[in-house]
Nanobody
Framework: QLHLVESGGGLVQPGGSLRLSCTASPSGYTLDNYSIGWFRQAPNKERKGVSCITSSGGSTNYVDSVSGRFTISRDNGKNTVYLQMNSLKPEDTAVYYC????????????????????WGQGTQVTVSS
């Protein structure tokens, strides 16, 4: 059963950067037919979408709170989707998840209702001095 595996999280100071990666498991699944979303869930808050990329990588979108700081990209040859996070703030602290989406469009940024498949374990991002 397809689920995605996230990696690259960690502890970083405010203003720092991290790059998250998202791959498929089992590895035989390919992601290039799917739009992919990145989501995050802070403690005691609901999981929300923060960014999306279409299957070709030709279209991306971001929620306002991360626009201009985060960049989503994909390398279909490596079957991997990335989230480059710059200028991190304490409010970016959350568990980050990626997921395959039922929608082909990234406008608006899809929420959890657009996810199909199984959630991975996520990767913790903590922004703190």
């Amino acid at each position: 059963q397809l689920h995605l595996v996230e990696s690259g999280g960690g502890l970083v100071q405010p203003g720092g950067s991290l790059r998250l990666s998202c791959t498929a498991s089992p590895s035989g699944y390919t992601l290039d037919n799917y739009s992919i979303g990145w989501f995050r869930q802070a403690p005691n808050k609901e999981r929300k979408g923060v960014s999306c990329i279409t299957s070709s990588g030709g279209s991306t979108n971001y929620v306002d709170s991360v626009s201009g700081r985060f960049t989503i990209s994909r390398d279909n040859g490596k079957n991997t989707v990335y989230l480059q996070m710059n200028s991190l703030k304490p409010e970016d602290t959350a568990v980050y998840y990626c997921a395959t989406l039922t929608t082909r469009s990234c406008t608006p940024v899809p929420g959890t209702e657009a996810v199909f498949g199984f959630w991975g374990q996520g990767t913790q991002v903590t922004v703190s001095s």
